[in-house]
Each structure stands twice: as structure tokens, then as C-alpha cells.
């Protein structure tokens, strides 16, 4: 089976705003590593290391609503279409 891809996000715009590599951040907390040892090994603020991980949370839980709005707009309009084609039952 295929898992579906992750939603991408704009890490070139949060590296141009945070002035650092936000896709070497994001490799490494995959990895296991932890915010204290992120913070140290790169040299970037715990703090802003911590507002970093919130602009990327907020941003898939951004693009999850929109996936799940777009689902049910699909259901919606596929409901009406079964009620049109067969109004009788």
C-alpha cells in the first residue's frame, strides 16, 4: 500500500523568516532529537525553536481543515446527486 504524502509546507518562506534551515529542524525532530538538544546543536534560541514547531503545527492543522472541508463538500454535493437520481426511495 501506498501511504499518502504528507501536506507540504512552505519551509522556504518560515526559513526566510526565522533566518535558519527549517528542513534540517524538521529532519531532525523526526529523528528523535529534542528541542533542548536542537537548540543547542544549532545554536537557535529554545524560544524561537518553539515558535518555529507551533508555525508548522499550525500550518498542517491549516491545511487538514481545508482537506476535510473540501471532503464533505465532496460527500454534500455527492448526496444531492443520489437524491436528485433516484427521488423515490
Do not use: N
Not at 525553536?49 to 507551533?54: A, C, F, G, S, V
Amino acid at each position: 500500500m501506498v501511504k499518502p504524502k504528507a501536506p507540504e509546507i512552505d519551509t522556504r518562506a518560515l526559513s526566510k523568516k526565522y533566518r535558519t534551515s527549517v528542513a534540517k529542524l524538521i529532519k531532525l525532530w523526526k529523528k528523535g532529537h529534542s528541542d533542548v538538544e536542537i537548540a543547542s546543536e544549532t545554536g537557535i534560541d529554545l524560544m524561537t525553536l518553539r515558535q518555529i514547531k507551533t508555525d508548522i503545527q499550525l500550518a498542517h492543522r491549516r491545511l487538514r481543515l481545508e482537506q476535510k472541508k473540501k471532503a464533505l463538500a465532496q460527500s454534500q454535493a455527492s448526496l444531492q446527486h443520489q437524491i436528485f437520481l433516484r427521488p423515490l426511495l
